[in-house]
């Protein structure tokens, strides 16, 4: 069973910063992405960032600049800086890979840590 534990969410005020970590534990044979995603209230998923396993990276449009996205062996960190109020939501992290060998691709998601940028 794959396991991701994120730490890190918080209240921080606008143009502040705050640091996501995310840890996988459990069965992983291997691992292709590592992602952030978020949630607003009332709006779906969206993909924040993803790193592969040649650490190339991609962001979205509305972080590019502000947020860094990195990864040291089974953990992944997104480093979030100028904040904005509509960076509020609540931040997943996301893992897909092969729990072993000759395995499919699967998804594995985080609770989820919450993120509200408000003076």
């Known amino acids: 069973q794959v396991r991701l534990v994120e730490s890190g969410g918080g209240l921080v005020q606008p143009g502040g910063s705050l640091k996501l970590s995310c840890a996988a534990s459990?069965?992983?044979?291997?691992?292709?992405?590592m992602a952030w995603y978020r949630q607003a209230p009332g709006k779906e998923r969206e993909l924040v960032s993803v790193?592969?396993?040649?650490?190339s990276t991609n962001y979205a449009d509305s972080v590019k600049g502000r947020f860094t996205i990195s990864r040291d062996n089974r953990a992944v960190s997104l480093q979030m800086n100028s904040l904005k109020p509509e960076d509020t939501g609540v931040y997943y992290c996301?893992?897909?890979?092969?729990?072993?060998?000759?395995?499919?691709?699967?998804?594995?998601w985080g609770q989820g840590t919450q993120v509200t940028v408000s003076s």
């Open positions: 996301n893992i897909r890979g092969q729990r072993w060998f000759g395995d499919y691709t699967s998804d594995y």
């Open positions: 459990g069965s992983i044979y291997r691992i292709n992405t």
């Open positions: 790193i592969a396993r040649d650490d």
